[in-house]
């Protein structure tokens, strides 16, 4: 019988550290990149305004392109098994979390696009916000104020499991000393 791995392989790896980091960076600075916009708008500073906006929506779109990367990867990649000693609630958790990251990480972004419309409607000079810096926010194919409303709870829900998701890792580190935190670490 082969010997099954205990952690996951580097591509995954690279993708889930990558996608936390940016995560991270959003869950700390995504408001403020954009009201800077919005205030540079407002002293009318325009197009240097573009940049914090700029970079928020290429963040979203960073965060969803490695989503779908992960997605693609996991549905072609077995993950490493879950320690034996893990209840069954944990895995319930585990799968139900890691699910709801996947729905949270693809939705914030969308909802970000489909509300950027109406967010440039109140901010013209937004127009300047470049995607990568190389093409600009490609027209939604409706506006609507109850997306943003949908974008803001987005976040913050994934600010809560972001928060599950890393005590959840300590503790298996810390308190269980299983294995499950070392699965996505290198070394």
């Known amino acids: 019988m082969a010997h099954e791995r205990s952690r996951y392989d580097s591509t995954a790896m690279i993708i889930h550290w990558i996608t936390a980091l940016l995560v991270i960076f959003m ?16 002293m009318g500073e325009g197009f240097s ?8 929506v290429s963040i979203g779109a960073a965060i969803l392109i490695l989503t779908l990367l992960r997605i693609v990867w996991r549905l072609t990649h077995k993950a490493p098994p879950y320690p034996a000693t893990m209840k069954p ?3 319930m ?3 139900a979390v890691h699910g ?3 729905i949270l990480l693809i939705a ?10 109406g967010f ?13 810096g190389a093409f600009p926010v490609p027209a939604a194919p409706f506006v609507s104020k109850d997306v943003k409303e949908l974008h803001e709870i987005g976040s913050n829900a994934v600010m809560v499991l972001a928060g ?22 290198p070394l």
């Open 120 to 132: 440039l409607a109140e901010e013209p000079a937004m127009a300047a916000v470049r995607v990568f």
């Open 49 to 56: 305004g573009s940049f914090g906006p700029s970079l928020h």
């Open 164 to 185: 599950l998701h890393v005590l959840a890792a300590l503790k298996h580190q810390f308190l269980d000393g299983d294995g499950v935190f070392r699965r996505m670490l």
């Open 100 to 102: 709801l990251f996947y």
């Open 93 to 95: 958790a585990s799968r």
């Open 89 to 91: 609630y944990e895995l």
């Open 108 to 117: 914030i972004p969308v909802t970000g696009w489909l509300s950027f419309g």
């Open 27 to 42: 869950i700390i600075f995504g408001e403020e990149l954009m009201e800077a916009g919005e205030e540079a708008e407002e």
